[in-house]
């Protein structure tokens, strides 16, 4: 076991999510560790549309659209059909209220958006575009993190939570064929993505039918999931992966 290392917060994946969490934390002064399967960043945001909808950007103000978070909220439902009754109106509330900001944050970080775009049964076009494709996010995210002097580890995979006295306090991340512990004294987010790729998750939450589509990101194993589960969380509303959007993936070219 490699010496312990210990700071104020810890990130487990580096795709969209978590190094946007690293940034928050590391912008109010935080050190925070962002530890990283991968041989890069990304994840499944890598292959994302990258579409973001927003309420209130300054691309919908410059032609003349007036447009709020509660509207946003409004409309969303519209989304939902019969899976209406498996949303999380807050989760709902804190996404629209929460993404102008986010929109903000990452024109700031120098990410370009094309849009809005209409996006019927909205009201109004809210569909802000990347170009040139969803890569943009987490190279902008990346760098920005780095500028802020968060400790990225990229093929480091955690493997366990380190509990006391019904706490999280840390990691247990393998790299190089040893473990290391990390110790957070603030908190570990857990940003490890989906479990696409874990056949096993899939059919006890997803459904069997849903097993024999194949992953788009071979990774995107449900580590956190698992790692929540370890330590007594729950997995709610899984089957909602089998609902009509599900994405298939291309042969592979011989
Ligand atoms: C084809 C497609 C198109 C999409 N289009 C859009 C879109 O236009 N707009 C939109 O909003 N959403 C879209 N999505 C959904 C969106 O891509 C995801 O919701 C988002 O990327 C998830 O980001 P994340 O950071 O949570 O996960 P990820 O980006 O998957 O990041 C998770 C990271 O955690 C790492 N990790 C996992 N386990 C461990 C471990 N044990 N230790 C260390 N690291 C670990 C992974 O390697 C990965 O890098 C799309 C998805 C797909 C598949």
């Known amino acids: 076991m490699a010496a312990v290392i210990a700071l104020d917060v810890i990130v487990v994946g580096a795709g969209g999510s978590g190094l946007f969490a690293a940034i928050e ?5 935080r050190r925070v560790l962002v530890l990283e399967k991968n041989p890069a960043p990304g994840g499944t945001t890598n292959w994302a549309i990258g579409s973001l909808s927003s309420s209130a950007s ?5 032609i003349g659209i007036h447009d709020t978070p509660a509207a946003h909220f409004e409309d969303m439902a519209l989304f939902h059909g019969a899976l209406l ?15 102008p900001d986010t929109l903000k944050k990452l024109l700031d970080m120098g990410v370009v958006f094309f849009g809005p775009m209409p996006e019927p049964p909205p009201r109004v076009p809210r569909m802000h575009n990347v170009p040139p494709n ?3 996010y987490a190279h902008a995210l990346y760098r920005r993190a ?16 380190l509990y006391e006295r019904g706490r999280v306090v840390g990691v247990e991340a393998e790299a190089d064929g040893s473990q290391h512990r990390f110790i957070a004294h603030r908190g570990v987010v857990l940003a490890g993505g989906d479990f696409s790729a874990n056949r096993e998750m899939k059919s006890i939450y997803a459904g069997k039918a849903i ?16 790692l929540a589960l370890d330590v007594g969380a729950e997995i709610v509303d ?16 011989t």
């Open 146 to 161: 780095r500028e802020l002097g968060v400790d990225i580890r990229l093929k480091h995979r955690v493997r366990h939570l």
């Open 58 to 62: 300054p691309m919908q103000t410059a």
């Open 25 to 29: 934390a590391a912008e109010i002064g």
């Open 85 to 99: 009754s498996h949303d999380n109106p807050d989760l709902r509330k804190v996404f629209v209220e929460n993404v």
């Open 211 to 226: 097993v024999q589509a194949g992953a788009l990101v071979e990774t995107s194993t449900g580590d956190a999931h698992q």
């Open 238 to 253: 899984g089957e909602i992966v089998s609902g009509p959007q599900l994405r298939f993936v291309p042969p592979k070219v």
């Open 134 to 136: 969803s890569r943009a």
